[in-house]
């Protein structure tokens, strides 16, 4: 059984940064996928990115992709989503998932994914 705690989470002005960090506890499988998927009340969550802890890959979605980056310390069995240059279609509750998984991943899907933190709010201001 695993555990998931989302932090972070602020409230910014549009081009301001944030890390989110997704702290994992309990049974940790060395061979994982740790997924960052948000969603705004109202509409159905999308996928942000994902990083292969065992190597270190990473996917991101094109809506994000060269302002987000995901990172890892598997010492500390955390991942990091940095978010710079933030939108205001960035708003929405932030939530970290996990899967097993194997080397390259080239997709997200909500489905696949076993494990769910509870969140974190990033709020986007002009």
């Known amino acids: 059984q695993v555990q998931l705690a989302e932090s972070g989470g602020d409230s910014v002005q549009t081009g301001g940064s944030l890390r989110l960090s997704c702290v994992a506890s309990g049974y940790i499988s060395r061979w994982r996928c740790v997924a960052w998927f948000r969603q705004v009340p109202g509409k159905e969550g999308e996928g942000v990115g994902v990083i292969v802890t065992e190597g270190g890959t990473t996917f991101y979605v094109d809506d994000v992709k060269g302002r987000f980056t995901i990172s890892k310390d598997n010492a500390k069995n955390t991942v990091y989503l940095q978010m710079d240059s933030l939108k205001p279609e960035d708003e929405a509750m932030y939530y970290c998932?996990?899967?097993?998984?194997?080397?390259?991943?080239?997709?997200?899907?909500?489905?696949?994914?076993?494990?769910w933190g509870q969140g974190t709010q990033v709020t986007v201001s002009s």
């Open positions: 998932a996990q899967r097993h998984c194997f080397g390259l991943v080239r997709n997200l899907n909500e489905g696949e994914y076993n494990y």
